[in-house]
Structure formats: structure tokens, C-alpha cells
């Protein structure tokens, strides 16, 4: 394909039908889809959004104190957030306020869920911390010498995290 011919795709029209949601009132930073279909959204409008694309409804699920940077979804349903406020909260569609699970001393800057529901944040304060919603306190179990920007769970459980400081470090919760 000629770069013309490559321009004039991108130019042209979009096949299917595109749905258009205007609720943040600024950049939508991250994204995550609950198992029914609906959408969430985080934004630097410092708000956490569930859409319900069959319903057409939107409502403000969770509100930070900053920007939100990361979403995910637990096998139960139940929505993580992250935000510069350096706070994760927890949130369950299903009903109930937002709750505040691990707090950082720097920004939350990714997150990820296990299989088994347990949470992992990673924080511009150059750590990773797990988290399990049964009860027990979070523990900061990876310490980076730079700003932690991504965390990810392989298929076997460990946890894998990303630094500024030029590392990929595992850990191995079990």
C-alpha cells in the first residue's frame, strides 16, 4: 500500500455505526469493560464513569480528589480506580459509596487484578502494593528506585511491574 493510498484510509469514513458519549468534562485517560458490556471511564475531571450503552445511561460512580489515571475490573464486577490523589478506591455497581483501599504517598499510577480478586497498585512513590478486599491491609510487596508506571498479573499469578528506573521486577504473591 502506497502512503497515498495509507492517508486515504485514515481520511476516510468509518464503516459501522459510531456512538458518541460526551460526560467528562476533560481527558479520558483510561477505560475497562464490565462482563455485561458497560463501559467505564476515568478521567482528569477527577471522576469515574458507568455507561450503559443498551439503557443510554450514564451516572458518576466514583469522584477523586485528582485526575484518574487507571481503572480495572474484579472477577465480582466490582470497579478499581487509581488517581494522582494517590488513593485506589473500590467500587461496586451494584450498589454502596466507593471505598478507599490503599492510599499511596505518591500518585497511583497503574493497576491490576489477580484472578482471585486481590489488587495491585504501582505509585509514583516507587512502590507496588497488593491488596485483598477479604480484610487484610495492603502490603507493599515490589520497591522500584523510579516511578512505577505499569503492573500486570501473568496467567500463572505472579505479578510483573515497570519502573522508571529501567527494571521489570516479578513477584511471586502465592
Same mark, same amino acid.
Given at each position: 500500500?502506497t502512503?497515498?493510498? /495509507?492517508?486515504?484510509?485514515?481520511?476516510?469514513?468509518?464503516p459501522?455505526?459510531?456512538?458518541?458519549?460526551t460526560?467528562?468534562? =476533560?481527558?479520558?485517560s483510561?477505560?475497562a469493560?464490565?462482563?455485561?458490556?458497560?463501559?467505564?471511564?476515568?478521567s /482528569?475531571?477527577?471522576?469515574?464513569?458507568l455507561?450503559?450503552?443498551?439503557?443510554?445511561?450514564?451516572?458518576?460512580?466514583?469522584?477523586?480528589?485528582d /485526575?484518574?489515571?487507571?481503572l480495572?475490573?474484579?472477577?465480582?464486577?466490582?470497579?478499581?480506580s487509581?488517581?494522582?490523589?494517590?488513593t485506589?478506591q473500590?467500587f461496586?455497581p451494584? %450498589? %454502596?459509596?466507593?471505598?478507599?483501599?490503599?492510599?499511596?504517598? %505518591? !500518585?497511583?499510577r497503574?493497576? +491490576?487484578?489477580? =484472578?482471585?480478586?486481590?489488587?495491585v !497498585?504501582? !505509585?509514583?512513590?516507587?512502590?507496588?502494593q497488593?491488596?485483598?478486599?477479604?480484610?487484610?491491609?495492603?502490603?507493599?510487596?515490589?520497591?522500584?528506585?523510579? =516511578?512505577?508506571?505499569c503492573? +500486570?498479573?501473568?496467567?500463572? %499469578?505472579?505479578?510483573v !511491574?515497570? =519502573? /522508571?528506573?529501567?527494571?521489570?521486577?516479578?513477584?511471586d504473591?502465592q
Amino acid at each position: 500500500m502506497t502512503k497515498k493510498e /495509507w492517508l486515504k484510509v485514515l481520511k476516510g469514513p468509518c464503516p459501522g455505526r459510531i456512538q458518541t458519549m460526551t460526560q467528562h468534562s =476533560s481527558t479520558i485517560s483510561c477505560l475497562a469493560v464490565l462482563r455485561d458490556g458497560r463501559i467505564v471511564s476515568g478521567s /482528569w475531571d477527577k471522576t469515574v464513569k458507568l455507561y450503559d450503552t443498551q439503557k443510554g445511561s450514564v451516572e458518576t460512580i466514583i469522584r477523586h480528589e485528582d /485526575w484518574v489515571r487507571c481503572l480495572a475490573v474484579l472477577p465480582d464486577g466490582r470497579i478499581v480506580s487509581g488517581s494522582y490523589d494517590r488513593t485506589v478506591q473500590l467500587f461496586d455497581p451494584q %450498589g %454502596g459509596p466507593p471505598e478507599t483501599i490503599i492510599r499511596h504517598v %505518591g !500518585s497511583v499510577r497503574c493497576v +491490576a487484578v489477580l =484472578s482471585d480478586g486481590r489488587i495491585v !497498585s504501582g !505509585s509514583e512513590d516507587r512502590t507496588v502494593q497488593l491488596f485483598d478486599p477479604q480484610g487484610r491491609p495492603p502490603e507493599t510487596i515490589i520497591r522500584h528506585e523510579g =516511578s512505577v508506571d505499569c503492573v +500486570a498479573v501473568l496467567p500463572d %499469578g505472579r505479578i510483573v !511491574s515497570g =519502573s /522508571w528506573d529501567e527494571t521489570v521486577q516479578l513477584y511471586d504473591p502465592q
